[in-house]
C-alpha cells in the first residue's frame, strides 16, 4: 500500500505543482491587494467563482475556448474590480479593518447567492476537443489543459512581476504601498491607485477563472474551497510578497496532492487548513516578510 | 437603580407574553419560525460575548454549535447516554475547545482579520476531521431516533421545542445582563476599546479573552444539543457550516453588537426577512443576497445596528428611560 503510493509520489508532486501555479496566481490576486491597500478580501473566493462563470459562459453561448477567453475575462474583470473598490468597499468600509473584512463578506455573500438565484446551484464543466489528451511522460500522464494552465499562469505572474517592477504604474502601487501620505505629496492619485491595484488583483482572477476552468468544474460555491486555499498561500508565503506567493502556490498545491494521495481524499484536505493554523501560530509573518 | 428596575420590568414583561406564545397561536409553522428566531438569538448571544462585548471577531463560531453536537449524538448513538447528560459533555466539549482554540490563538497574539480567519480554518479542519473518522459516522452522517422525553430533550410537540429553545434564549440574555453588571463583562469592553491601555490598567487581556471564547464555546455546544435531538440528523457539512458562523455574527450586528437585546432583535428582523423574501419568490439564494446587503449596510450606515438606531433618536427626544434599556443601561 505504502509502496504504491510512493511510486506515485513524483506523480503527485508533479500534479500538485500544475495546480499550484494556479493557486499562486489566485493568491497574488489577494496578497497584491493587501499589500498595498491593507485589506483582506473575503469575497476573492466569490469573485474567483465569477471568472469561471464567464468562461464557462463564453464557452457554451458562443464557444470561445476558455484559454481565449483570458483575453476577453481578464479585462472585464480588472474593470469589475476598479468599479467595486472605487465606488463600493472604499466607500462604505471608512477605513476599519474589521469593516472592510466584514463588507467583503456581505460582497461575498451576495455574489454566491446571486449566482445561485441566476445559474442554479448544478455543477458546470466543459468538455474540450483536446481536454482528454495528454503528455506521456513515462511515469504518468499529464493532461494538456494542465500543462496550459501551468505555463499560462506562469507567463501572467512574470507579467504583474514586470509590471511591478519596471512600469510607471508598477512605481506608483509601490509609492502607495510604502507610503500612502508622502505618495500623496508627490502627486500620486492615491483613490485611483487603490482601485486599479485591486482591479489588477481582480484581473489576476480573471485569468486565473478562465484556466481552472478546463480542469475544474464550477458551482455557485467553487469559491468556499479557494478562499482558504488562497488565505493559506498569502500567510505561508508572507501576506503581501509576491515571491512568497508562488512558492506558497507551488507548496500547497503540492500539499495537497501528496497528502490526497497518502492520507486518502477526505482526511487529504486537512493539509491546507493545519498549515494554515500552524503558520499563524509560530509564523504569522510568513516565509517571506511583508514587502510588497 | 432606576434603570435596573425598568429594565428587569421590561424584560420580564417580554418573556411572560413570549412564554405564553404557544397558548395563542397553534400554528406549527409560527412555532416553528419562532423556535428558530429564539435559536439564532441564542448563538448569536454566544457569538456577542467574544465578538460584541470583547472585539474579537470570529468566523468559525459554527466549531462550538458543531462539537457539541457531535459530544451528545455520540454519546447517545454508542453508549446510550441520554442527552440530558449529554448536553453537559457538549457545553463541556466545547468550553474545553473554546479554551483550545483561544489558548493558540490569543496567546501568539492574533487579532482583528487574522483570528477571524483562523477560525475559519479551525472550523474547516473539525469539518474534515469530522468527515474522515468512523466515530462521527463520516461523510454518510449520524442518524438520531425520535423518542420524545425529558431525558431525551425531545418533546411531543413543537410546542416542547419552542420552551426548550426558550430557555435557551433565556439564558443566554441573563449571561450577556451579567456581563453588563460584571467587573468581566467592562474588562472585556476594556479590551475592545483599546487592549493596550487594558493591559497597562493590570488586566489580565489574554485570561479575559479566553474565558470569552469559553463562554461561547460552552454555549456553542449546548445549541448543538439542541439541533441534534430537534433535527434528529448530523453531518460534517452541516455540523461545521460556514452558514451558521456567518449567521451568528449576521443577527448581532444587524441587531447591535456589544448589547444585551441586539441578537434577539437581530434574529427577528432576519428571520421576518427571510420569510417575506421566500414569500414573494421562492428561489434560493434571494434571502441570503438580502442578508448580504443588509449586513453591508448595517456596517456602513448604521456600526451599532438596530439597537443603536433607536438609542439616537432616544438621545435626541427622551434621554433616560428606553435609552437605558436598549443600551443595556451601560452609560447610567
Known sequence: ?292 | MMALNRQVILLLLSAIILAFVPAFITSKFYIDVLTLIFFTAYIGQSWNILGGYAGQFSFGGVMFFGTGAYASSILLTSFGIPPIFGIIVAIFAGALLGFIVGYMSFRSGLKGSYFALITLAFAELLRVLANSVEFTGGGVGLFLTFAPGLSNLQFKTPIGFYYFAFLLMVISILIALWLERSRFGAQLVAIRENEEAAEALGINTLKCKIYAIMIMGAMGGAAGTFYAQKYLYLDPPIAYSIHLSVEMLLVTIVGGMGTVFGPLIGAFVLHIVNEIARHLIDTPGLSLIVYGVILIVIISYLPNGLIGMFKKKMNKSKPTALKNFFSGDKDA
Open chain 1, 1 to 292: 500500500m505504502l509502496s504504491a503510493s510512493l511510486s506515485m509520489l513524483p506523480a503527485a508532486i508533479i500534479n500538485g505543482l500544475m495546480y499550484g501555479a494556479i493557486y499562486a496566481l489566485v493568491a497574488l490576486g489577494l496578497t497584491l491587494i493587501y499589500g498595498v491597500l491593507h485589506i483582506i478580501n473575503f469575497a476573492h473566493g466569490a469573485m474567483l467563482m465569477l471568472a469561471l462563470y464567464a468562461a464557462f459562459f463564453l464557452f457554451k453561448l458562443v464557444q470561445i475556448d476558455p484559454y481565449i477567453s483570458i483575453f476577453i475575462v481578464t479585462p472585464i474583470a480588472f474593470m469589475f474590480g476598479y468599479v467595486i473598490y472605487r465606488y463600493g468597499i472604499g466607500v462604505l468600509s471608512k477605513g476599519k479593518d474589521q469593516n472592510i473584512l466584514l463588507i467583503t463578506l456581505g460582497l461575498s455573500i451576495i455574489i454566491e447567492n446571486s449566482a445561485l438565484f441566476f445559474f442554479s446551484g448544478d455543477q458546470q464543466t466543459v468538455s474540450l476537443s483536446y481536454g482528454f489528451e495528454a503528455f506521456d511522460l513515462g511515469f504518468m500522464y499529464l493532461s494538456y489543459p494542465k500543462v496550459i494552465s501551468f505555463f499560462a499562469a506562469l507567463v501572467i505572474c512574470a507579467l504583474l512581476w514586470a509590471l511591478m517592477s519596471l512600469t510607471d504604474l508598477g512605481r506608483a502601487i509601490r509609492a502607495v504601498a510604502k507610503e500612502r501620505q508622502g505618495a500623496r505629496l508627490v502627486g500620486i492619485n492615491v483613490e485611483h491607485i487603490f482601485a486599479v491595484t485591486f482591479g489588477i488583483g481582480i484581473a489576476c482572477l480573471g485569468a486565473a477563472g478562465c484556466m481552472m476552468l478546463p480542469i475544474f468544474y464550477v458551482d455557485p460555491y467553487t469559491g468556499n474551497i479557494f478562499v482558504l486555499v488562497a488565505f493559506t498561500i498569502v500567510v505561508l508565503g508572507g501576506m503581501g510578497s509576491v515571491l512568497g506567493a508562488l512558492l506558497g502556490g507551488f507548496i500547497i498545491g503540492i500539499t495537497e496532492s501528496v497528502g490526497g494521495l497518502l492520507l486518502g481524499e477526505s482526511l487529504g484536505q486537512i493539509g491546507i487548513s493545519l498549515i494554515f493554523i500552524l503558520i499563524l501560530i509560530f509564523k504569522p509573518t510568513g516565509l517571506f516578510g511583508s514587502k510588497v
